[in-house]
């Protein structure tokens, strides 16, 4: 686990011992697993249901107008917005997991998706779904979504994403995009004890 990319990681079942070796004080450790992870020396901090969804069919036509992929020039702004909007953690170097797209006002990014987690051939996770709040309703995720899916079909991935279980309007825009829950998920969020 490198924090600066994100504060996720993972053990093989029997081995949750070797997890407090990842950590430093102050870092956390976040777990997406089906069940709750309990590791010896460590806290949790925050344990909460999600639902893993993975998109079905053929990407949904989107309206590319004013989406730009983003790069390192924009890490500041990308940072600043997940900050502020919380799509889930965020690190220094979180954006260099695979390809983001943005949407701006004027200079402003007011809004971002992309890509993280490739847990084995042929999968990609869609993530840092953000916007403004002075900017949703506008299906500016949706659009940033469809673009993020399209290109990782052209590449061959199949995307999934994670969800709060709780978050109903997030659901139901994935649903709307044709993403189907696949599973029930748990994060576990672990800290030094």
């Known amino acids: 686990m490198d924090p600066g990319y994100g504060p996720f990681?993972?053990?093989?079942?029997?081995?949750?011992?070797?997890?407090?070796?990842?950590?430093?004080?102050?870092?956390?450790?976040?777990?997406?697993?089906?069940?709750?992870v309990k590791a010896p020396g460590l806290m949790s901090k925050l344990t909460a249901p999600l639902v893993q969804m993975v998109a079905q069919g053929a990407p949904r036509a989107f309206d590319?107008?004013?989406?730009?992929a983003l790069d390192e020039s924009h890490a500041?702004?990308?940072?600043?917005?997940?900050?502020?909007?919380k799509p889930g953690p965020w690190g220094e170097k979180t954006h260099t997991y695979g390809q983001f797209y943005g949407i701006f006002d004027g200079e402003r990014l007011v809004a971002m998706a992309g890509e993280r987690a490739r847990p084995g051939e042929g999968w990609a996770e869609v993530s840092g779904?953000?916007?403004?709040?002075?900017?949703?309703?506008?299906g500016m995720a949706a659009?940033?979504?469809?673009?993020?899916v399209v290109g990782l079909s052209a590449r061959g991935d199949a995307a999934y994403l994670h969800s709060w279980?709780?978050?109903?309007?997030a659901i139901g825009l994935y649903e709307h995009l044709g993403f189907r829950t696949?599973?029930?998920?748990?994060?576990?969020?672990?800290?030094?004890?």
Do not use: H, K
């Open 143 to 148: 659009r940033l979504i469809g673009q993020v």
């Open 64 to 68: 590319p107008a004013g989406i730009v």
């Open 182 to 193: 696949r599973r029930e998920m748990v994060a576990s969020v672990l800290s030094l004890g």
């Open 9 to 36: 990681g993972g053990a093989a079942p029997g081995a949750e011992e070797a997890l407090a070796g990842l950590i430093g004080a102050g870092e956390e450790l976040w777990l997406v697993e089906p069940e709750a």
């Open 165 to 169: 279980a709780g978050n109903a309007a």
């Open 76 to 85: 500041d702004q990308m940072a600043a917005l997940a900050l502020a909007t």
């Open 129 to 138: 779904v953000c916007t403004d709040p002075a900017y949703r309703g506008r």
